[in-house]
């Protein structure tokens, strides 16, 4: 189970509680995702919740999923998710990778 993603994952959740609804199977599958991201930040010693959240902005999440894994992470992430400018903040932080930069000096070394 450790190497199954998206669809091959819910359909081991579905197969291992064929009595669950599919919001319930959703909800494992969406959980066992989650905790995968959050065993993976874990290991990495992050300097500030921003620069947790910066990397959280790297796997495409929702914003309750970000919020829910820096929940779970604990100390300044789960502060920072609890703000009320959270929303705002992620938002900014996803669209920082969205950009190509426009000053980019290598860009004129190549003409």
């Not at 009595?19 to 969406?30: K, N």
């Not at 992050?46 to 959240?53: G, H, R, V």
């Amino acid at each position: 189970m450790e190497t199954l993603t998206g669809s091959d994952l819910v359909k081991h959740v579905q197969s291992s509680n064929p009595e669950a609804s599919i919001e319930e199977v959703l909800d494992q599958t969406r959980t066992i995702t989650l905790k995968r991201i959050l065993v993976q930040i874990q290991k990495i010693p992050y300097k500030t919740a921003m620069d947790l959240l910066e990397d959280l902005c790297d796997f495409q999440l929702t914003t309750e999923d970000v919020k829910t894994i820096m929940e779970w992470y604990g100390g300044d992430a789960k502060l920072l998710s609890e703000s009320r400018s959270f929303q705002t903040i992620y938002e900014y932080m996803a669209s920082k990778g969205d950009r190509t930069p426009r000053n980019c000096f290598r860009c004129w070394e190549r003409g």
